[in-house]
């Protein structure tokens, strides 16, 4: 049972972290603020994408 919970949250966290970098490299982030983003996520996998969307421009 709990081997599956980790592949469920192992796919669910790939998941949005392929989102935010969608997002990120898909939206008007073409200055500095996008590369500080994506040195967020890409130095903080797990935490950098919750942190994206809780903090990006609406």
């Known amino acids: ?3 599956y919970l980790v592949v469920i949250l192992i796919v669910l966290s790939a998941v949005l972290w392929i989102w935010s970098l ?9 200055n500095k603020t996008g590369l500080i983003w994506l040195l967020a996520i890409f130095l903080l996998p797990m935490i950098g994408p919750i942190i994206y969307f809780q903090f990006k421009k609406r």
């Open 22 to 30: 969608y997002d990120i490299l898909s939206s008007r982030h073409k």
């Open 1 to 3: 049972m709990m081997d």
